[in-house]
């Protein structure tokens, strides 16, 4: 059995999985959310890495699957361990020696999302309406319950860290980008998933939070992925004729 491990974004909470790993679950794997110590001052990527790790146990058919903040931690558990695939999700990718809080201006995210509200007829303040930004397309009873439940802490501690891989780690890694993604513009994923991994972003519908909004089409595309990762490589021998 597959194990789908879960990892949030910005305020760490597994809550955030918990539409999109039924789903995963009816499909026959075993979906792992994981809960991250964001509120802690004192933790920082290492911290996250260890979490993860802590919620994995000894499963070894692993999924990684990275929300938005999660792709500076996510990679961390791949040089550590064998995982069978990467899915960084509407994630951020980092560079050796980045710190999250340079990465926006080291990718010119903000005047992506600029140009990306005058496409679509937001006006440059809608950034700092979370309803807008982040819940757009989520089903008004689940922005209540998210409403309801408060905005996760998240400490700025692991932002100001560098990150310390010295290179991506050898892990198959696919990029899946929403096409409404306000905050990471589609447009922009690709360019920064060509630049810095030299691949090509798959693409789903829905905006960042796309397991809140979609989580059926995303356990689906989750579910895609890893079969084609269980896939044996192409063989590209020479069949001999008797």
């Given at each position: 059995?597959t194990?789908?491990?879960?990892?949030?974004?910005?305020?760490?909470?597994?809550?955030?999985?918990?539409?999109?790993?039924?789903?995963?679950?009816?499909?026959?794997?075993?979906?792992?959310?994981?809960?991250?110590?964001?509120?802690d001052?004192?933790a920082?990527?290492?911290?996250?890495?260890d979490?993860?790790?802590?919620?994995?146990?000894d499963?070894?058919?692993?999924?990684?699957v990275?929300?938005?903040?999660?792709?500076?931690?996510?990679?961390?558990?791949?040089?550590?361990?064998?995982?069978?695939?990467?899915?960084?999700?509407?994630a951020?990718?980092?560079?050796?020696?980045?710190?999250g809080?340079?990465?926006?201006?080291?990718?010119?995210?903000?005047?992506?999302?600029?140009?990306?509200?005058?496409?679509i007829?937001l006006?440059p303040?809608?950034?700092?309406?979370?309803?807008?930004?982040?819940?757009h397309?989520?089903?008004?009873?689940?922005?209540?319950?998210?409403?309801?439940?408060?905005?996760?802490?998240?400490?700025?501690?692991?932002?100001?860290?560098?990150?310390?891989?010295?290179?991506?780690?050898?892990?198959?890694?696919?990029?899946?980008?929403?096409?409404?993604d306000?905050?990471f513009?589609?447009?922009f994923?690709?360019r920064?998933?060509r630049?810095?991994?030299?691949i090509?972003?798959?693409?789903?519908?829905?905006g960042?939070?796309?397991?809140?909004s979609?989580?059926?089409?995303?356990?689906?595309?989750?579910?895609?992925?890893?079969?084609?990762a269980?896939?044996?490589?192409?063989?590209?021998?020479?069949?001999?004729?008797?």
């Open positions: 059995m194990s789908y491990v879960l990892i949030p974004g910005a305020g760490g909470d597994a809550w955030y999985w918990h539409l999109a790993a039924p789903q995963l679950e009816a499909r026959g794997h075993e979906a792992i959310a994981v809960q991250l110590p964001a509120g001052d004192s920082g990527w290492g911290e996250y890495a979490a993860i790790e802590r919620s994995i146990g499963r070894t058919d692993l999924i990684l990275a929300q938005s903040l999660a792709g500076f931690s996510a990679p961390l558990v791949c040089a550590r361990r064998k995982v069978t695939l990467l899915v960084l999700l509407n951020m990718i980092p560079m050796p020696a980045e710190t809080e340079a990465w926006g201006s080291n990718t010119d995210r903000k005047e992506a999302e600029q140009a990306y509200f005058a496409q007829g006006p303040e809608s950034a700092d309406d979370d309803r807008i930004i982040y819940f397309d989520v089903s008004q009873e689940v922005v209540d319950e998210a409403f309801r439940r408060g905005e996760p802490a998240q400490s700025w501690t692991p932002m100001t860290q560098r990150w310390p891989l010295d290179t991506w780690p050898d892990v198959p890694t696919r990029v899946l980008a929403s096409r409404q306000r905050l513009p589609l447009e994923q690709r920064v998933a630049e810095r991994l030299g090509e972003a798959d693409q789903i519908e829905g960042h939070l796309v397991a809140l979609r989580p059926t089409e995303l356990a689906d595309r989750l579910d895609g992925f890893g079969l084609e269980a896939l044996p490589p192409a063989w590209t021998g020479t069949i001999r004729r008797p």
